[in-house]
């Protein structure tokens, strides 16, 4: 009897040992797949950190890209604005000089009807002085001429 149920606890603790080597085993199959999961995972976080690493990159190298294209932009603004301003200087002072030029030109003619106008002044002048002794030798001839003729009307009574 004593080996009956010894040989059935043997039988119960192998199936015992037996169901604990089977959870055992199952216990570190789920242990692997969770580390292969975990791995996985790990690896699935790796590769999102270095594709944000990458977008970033490009993220940097785009925004440098653009703030370049409006730093040339700028500049190119700068440029036609400078060369704008550079025309309009020179227009200015085309302008200017023409001005002078035209006030000179101006002064230049004032002065030559001021002259003409003293010209015809003493023109005037000479012109009625040579009237006034025009006249004065006209009467002078008249007076003479009346005197002759008193004379004659003298030397006639």
């Known amino acids: ?32 797949a969770a580390a292969e999961r975990g791995v996985a995972t790990s690896k699935a976080a790796q590769a999102a950190r270095d594709m944000a690493e990458r977008a970033t990159e490009r ?33 200015s002072e085309v302008a200017a000089k023409t001005a002078e030029l035209k ?22 002048r000479k012109d009625d002085e040579g009237a006034r002794k025009a006249m004065d030798a006209e009467k002078r001839s008249l007076a003479v001429a009346h005197s002759f003729q008193e004379r004659a009307k003298k030397l006639n009574r």
């Open 59 to 91: 993220n940097l190298v785009r925004n440098a890209a653009k703030k370049e294209a409006r730093l040339k932009s700028l500049k190119l603004a700068a440029r036609k604005a400078a060369d704008r301003f550079a025309a309009f200087a020179v227009v």
């Open 103 to 124: 006030a000179s030109d101006l002064e230049e003619l004032a002065r030559e009807e001021e002259r003409a106008q003293r010209e015809d002044r003493a023109k005037a």
């Open 1 to 32: 009897d004593l080996v009956d149920d010894a040989i059935s606890t043997a039988s119960e603790i192998g199936l015992q040992l037996a169901a604990a080597a089977s959870e055992a085993k199952a216990a570190r199959e789920r242990t692997e």
